[in-house]
């Protein structure tokens, strides 16, 4: 779903932050080599990604949801010195791409692949995580909040992607994925430990910090 214009959006591009070749590269084989490659952030979302990680400076931080691993380098820009990040993914076919630009990048020893079921995997990481990004798969959401909750430090910002849903959270639900993100929407929006502000930015995202 489209908030602004191509044309705005080509401007706002062109007067943001520009990608490292390494992160150019694996846009073009995700695009070329991999199914659904829309599910990737992107360059403009990328450097906002990248942005706020260098404002934050973490010391250790949490993806959930991995898929090719450009997300994850972006994140890991901002890393203080000897922070890691955790990252997690179900798919077992992406790994070895994955693994392949992490250990071209500056970052490599900083970044920790999970491969399996994300409920699973959060409930042996132990935290505490100053920035967490979810994007992983939305039918989950709501379950992903409890169990990434208590892991993140006062003061830390939990990044939510996909929370408009193409528009689709505006209807009555009439799938499993729709209906997650408006419970999760709400949830988020009415826990006390936490305060949020939806972005339209590609198909959502929304910053929360917990207090």
């Known amino acids: 779903m489209d908030?602004?214009?191509?044309?705005?959006?080509q401007y706002i591009n062109k007067h943001s932050m520009e990608e490292s070749d390494?992160?150019?590269?694996?846009?073009?084989?995700?695009?070329?080599?991999?199914?659904?490659?829309?599910?990737?952030?992107?360059?403009?979302q990328g450097r906002l990604l990248s942005l706020l990680s260098k404002m934050m400076m973490p010391k250790k931080i949490l993806e959930v949801g991995t898929y090719t691993g450009y997300a994850?380098?972006?994140?890991?820009?901002?890393?203080?010195?000897?922070?890691?990040?955790?990252?997690?993914?179900?798919?077992?076919?992406?790994?070895?791409?994955?693994?392949?630009?992490?250990?071209?990048s500056?970052?490599?020893?900083?970044?920790?692949?999970?491969?399996?079921?994300?409920?699973?995997?959060?409930?042996?990481?132990?935290?505490p995580y100053g920035l967490v990004?979810?994007?992983?798969?939305?039918?989950?959401?709501?379950?992903?909040?409890?169990?990434?909750?208590?892991?993140?430090?006062?003061?830390?910002?939990?990044l939510s992607d996909n929370v408009l849903w193409s528009g689709k959270v505006l209807e009555k639900a009439t799938d499993e994925a729709t209906s997650a993100l408006q419970?999760?929407?709400?949830?988020?929006?009415?826990?006390?430990r936490v305060e949020s502000v939806v972005l339209p930015i590609r198909d959502g995202l929304t910053i929360t910090r917990k207090c």
Do not use: W
């Open 3 to 9: 908030f602004i214009s191509e044309k705005l959006q």
């Open 22 to 44: 390494l992160l150019k590269a694996l846009d073009r084989e995700t695009h070329q080599k991999v199914l659904h490659p829309r599910m990737l952030s992107g360059s403009y």
């Open 72 to 104: 994850t380098l972006c994140l890991a820009e901002g890393l203080a010195k000897g922070g890691s990040i955790d990252t997690i993914d179900h798919n077992e076919e992406l790994a070895d791409m994955q693994s392949r630009y992490f250990d071209q």
């Open 106 to 127: 500056p970052y490599e020893s900083q970044i920790v692949q999970h491969l399996g079921e994300a409920k699973n995997i959060l409930k042996t990481l132990a935290g």
């Open 133 to 158: 990004f979810l994007d992983a798969d939305k039918e989950n959401y709501p379950h992903y909040f409890d169990l990434i909750i208590d892991k993140l430090e006062p003061g830390g910002i939990l």
């Open 183 to 192: 419970e999760y929407n709400h949830k988020i929006n009415t826990d006390v």
